[in-house]
Structure formats: C-alpha cells, structure tokens
C-alpha cells in the first residue's frame, strides 16, 4: 500500500502540521481522529489494514489529518471563545491547505469526511459549516453539541463551532442548497452516552431538507471492532 507522510509549516495554526495518506487514487476521503487522536491513529488502530484492500484497488484515498483539539476544546486554560477560536483556524488550515493539496494528488472531485467519537463532530461540522466541499460526511458515535466543551456556551464564536447551535436557525439558501447536495451519515449505538444528540442533529438535516440517515446499532458500539463494521457498511 502506499503510504506517504506529509508535513508543512501552517500559516493558519502557526505550527507545523502532519498528516499521512494511504492509497495512490480513487475517492479522497478526510479522516479525522478521536479526542486529541493523532494524524497516525486510524494506522495504529488497525483501521487501515482492515481498507487495505479497497485502498490498494484504488477506491479509495485516505487523507488522515492530525488534529489541535488539545490546543482548542480541550485547552481548559483558555476561555471557550477562544478555544473555539482555535478551531475554527483549524478549519481554515483544512480548507486552505489540507484541501489543496487533495486536490492537487487526486483528480476524483469528490470527497468524503469521516471520524468516529469527537472526530465524527469533526467530520459533520466541516461538512455543514463549508457547505459543497464534501460531497458526503460519515459521523461514527459522534457527540455533536460542543457547548459541552466550551463551558456551555453558545454565542460568538462557540456558536458558529457547534452543529446543534447553528443548523436549527439556518435558513440561507446560499448555505442550505449546497448541503442539501451532501449525503450525511449518523450512525452510533443504542446505548451511546450520546445517542440522543445523533438522533438530534439527523432530525434538523432533514428537516432542512439535507439528505441525512440515522442508523442506530444495538448495543453501545462505541469501539474501534464496531466502527469497522461501520465503516464496511458506510463508506
């Protein structure tokens, strides 16, 4: 399989970022890892090595981004407008750097973002606060409120991060028309911790209209064996 590392100084973090992609060509997907996971998680989790044979047929092309969350949700030190602050320059580093870059390696104009547990949040608050750039977004035990991560807060900027804040009350047909183009996938388990915020932030996609699924497994299901079976079934 191929597997190339890749690091670069980021403007928008002012730090150096790395990620690894698994796969010569076919559909780029975006990968983000759980809570203060590293870019070479989904590797050490056996993740990888269970794709390895649709990564080596070229169907598809994983991008597995690192991730600063210890330097925003996580980071108690700093107030939460500017923990989601941080967050939103890291989005800005995926859009302005991580992006391109897919773009220049893969010809496929399509791309996928998946993450299980807090990278699930990643991979559907991407999805929906930058309409149009992924085409499908895989959220796998996901918690979607991250008021809960941000002292309760739900203005200013820590408004614009949280799913469950902002999508109630988006009405813009310049946002809504592209994410209505976007296929949403939330599946997590009966007894997640969070299966009520699932079922929340699936209800408000469709009823925007967003062609979103909610698929509920038996059991907790919040584990690497599980998400496995997920991600055979989802992406």
Not at 14 to 35: A, K, N
Not at 164 to 176: G, H, T
Not at 184 to 209: C, N
């Amino acid at each position: 399989m191929n597997r190339d590392y890749r690091k670069w100084w980021s403007p928008a973090l002012s730090r150096d970022m790395e990620l690894l992609v698994f796969g010569s060509g076919g559909t780029p997907v975006l990968v983000f890892p759980t809570s203060m996971g590293r870019f070479y998680q989904w590797e050490d989790f056996g993740m990888v090595a269970h794709m390895a044979d649709r990564i080596d047929e070229g169907w598809l092309q994983l991008w597995c981004v690192d991730s600063v969350d210890s330097e925003s949700f996580y980071d108690k030190k700093r107030p939460a407008q500017e923990r989601a602050a941080r967050h939103i320059a890291y989005e800005g580093y995926l859009v302005d750097e991580v992006l391109p870059s897919i773009r220049s390696s893969n010809g496929v104009d399509y791309l996928v973002t998946i993450g299980a547990s807090f990278g699930a949040f990643h991979a559907l608050a991407f999805a929906t606060r930058r309409p149009g750039i992924a085409r499908k977004a895989i959220g796998l035990s996901g918690a979607y409120d991250s008021a809960r991560w941000l002292d309760g807060k739900r203005e200013g900027a820590a408004y614009f991060v949280n799913p469950l804040a902002f999508l109630p009350y988006l009405n813009d047909e310049r946002y809504l028309a592209p994410l209505r183009q976007t296929e949403i996938v939330i599946a997590t388990g009966h007894d997640d911790p969070h299966v009520d915020e699932s079922r929340r932030v699936a209800s408000v996609l469709q009823e925007k209209g967003v062609p979103a699924s909610l698929h509920v497994w038996d059991g907790w299901a919040h584990d690497w064996p599980y998400w496995k079976e997920m991600v055979d079934v989802f992406l």
